[in-house]
Every structure is written in C-alpha cells, then in structure tokens.
C-alpha cells in the first residue's frame, strides 16, 4: 500500500487530500478501481471492509485507489466547509491521478452508500467510459439526507414534541446556518448537493455490480432498490444484482465483517460480466 498526497485546488477548499493505492498484484492489470467512502460516520464503520476488499482486489490484480475527501479522514479542510460540488472535484482530480499509474486498465468506481452517488457524478464528469461497483447504494441523496437528519431529531424530539424536528433543521440549512448531528457540522453546500443527487443510468457505463447485504438469508430487496435496479437493467445490460447476508457493517455499534459481501465483490468483478437475473429477493 502507498499513501500519497494528492494536490487539489479548488475554489471551494484547497490543500491535500490523502489516498491509498494499491496496486495490481499480478502482470497484468485488470481494472483500475477508484473508492468513493461512506458519508460522516458510515466512512469509519466501513473503512476496515472496504480496506480489506481493496487488498483481496489487489491480489485478484487491479489497482485500487481509496480517497479521503475534503474534510474527512486525514484530508485537509474541516466538515462544516465541504460541499458536494468540492467532493465530486476531488473524485475527479484522484481518478486522473490513478490514469497516470494505470494509463490502460479498464475503469471501475466503487461506491459504498452515499458515496454511490458521488461515484455516479463524478464518472459522468469525467466522461471516460466504466463500469460500477455499488455497495449498500443510497438511490436517491433526499433520502440520505432525510435519515442522516432523523439521528438529529431522535435527540430533540422529546423537547420539540417530536413534530417538524427534521424540517426545521433543513431551514436553518437553507438560511446558511450550521448545523451539528452526531458530531459533524452540515453546511447548506453540502446537504443541498446531497438532497438533489440521484444514481441514475449514464451513457458510458459498461457493466455494474449491485451488491446489498441483507440480515437473513431469506431477506427481499426493498422497493427502492428493486426499482433502481431495474432501471440500471433497462440501460445497462450488462448489470447484476445480487444480495447477500451479513451484519449490517456500515451502522454497527461495533466493527464488523460481511465476508459474503468481500467474495460476491471479487467473483463479480473478475466474472466477464452477465445480465441480471430476475429479483427473486434471496440473499
């Protein structure tokens, strides 16, 4: 693993960002993967499973690119001042500095959660054509945002009777204010950006994997994810979409693993790749 310090100058937050590469542990190089994190807290409760698939990827023979974005992890800038506009920059910035090391490997973005929506931007910025791997994806940022608030509101809904907690929070937003939940500090630059993300298909893209996790074996797809997925099948063809169980590593009080979710990733991506079967709603 190599740490470098990427230089991005942006107008919304200039300095460093830190990235992990790992590189292709074989001859040949298969793909080119570049991580978009978690949101806040689902970053750290994720960090140890996307760490540990990164270094199974680079066994399998891709390079692998992680990217602490602006404000987050061991980057500079503070929480409060990101925006959604300066994290998508930074995703940009990362995958041209992997195209420098891996000039020709096939792209992939990974994203887990929220950070699917980021990767979804960022590749549609970038123009390049690739394909996408979605972790526990978030299919619309509103609804990131509106349970991201609810921690918020979970706290003071005994002193405010628990009516209208969530949307007196998105009008201080909308007023410029700073607002903290769970211990982070929102800015309107960054929820508003959130709020209006959607993963939707894009020209370009070549093959995507949607990977879930569900708690039972016999566990079904929400109705959220079954109609993203079906939409991603319509433009994509060459999309799979599979469920597998284990904990649910990204809000656990304690860190744990889905080795199913390190193994359906791995085949997927070293699979030529195939249509979807049907949502049947096993894991």
Known sequence: ??????????????????????RARSAH????????????????????????QA???AD??????????????????????????????????AARHARQIEPDAPLWWWGTRA???????????????????????????????????????ANEMLAQGGKGVV??????????????????ELSGGLTQGL??????????VQRVVWLEVAAQPDSTWTPASAKAVQAWTQAVPATTAQLVTGPMFWQSVEIEDAPALWEATRTQLLSPGT?????DGNA
Request: glycine share 8%.
């Open 1 to 22: 693993m190599e740490m470098r310090w990427l230089d991005v100058a942006q107008p919304a937050g200039n300095g460093q960002r830190l990235a992990l590469l790992r």
């Open 29 to 52: 190089t298969r793909g080119l993967v570049v991580h978009a994190h978690a949101f806040a807290d689902e970053m750290n409760k994720c960090r140890r499973m996307v760490a540990q």
């Open 55 to 57: 270094l199974q990827l």
């Open 60 to 93: 399998a023979g891709f390079t692998v690119l992680q990217l602490d974005l602006f404000g987050c992890g061991d980057s500079a800038g503070e929480f409060a001042e990101a925006t959604w506009a300066q994290w998508i920059d930074d995703l940009v910035a």
């Open 115 to 153: 950070g699917a929506l980021l990767a979804n931007a960022a590749a549609q910025r970038l123009g390049e054509p690739c394909s996408m791997l979605f972790w526990q994806p978030m299919p619309s940022g509103a609804t990131a945002l509106q349970q991201f608030l609810r921690l918020k509101a």
């Open 167 to 184: 949307e007196q929070l998105k009008r201080e937003l909308s007023e410029g204010r700073l607002i903290e939940v769970a211990g982070y």
């Open 195 to 204: 709020a209006d993300a959607r993963l939707v298909p894009f020209d370009g």
């Open 275 to 279: 249509p979807a079967p049907p949502l």
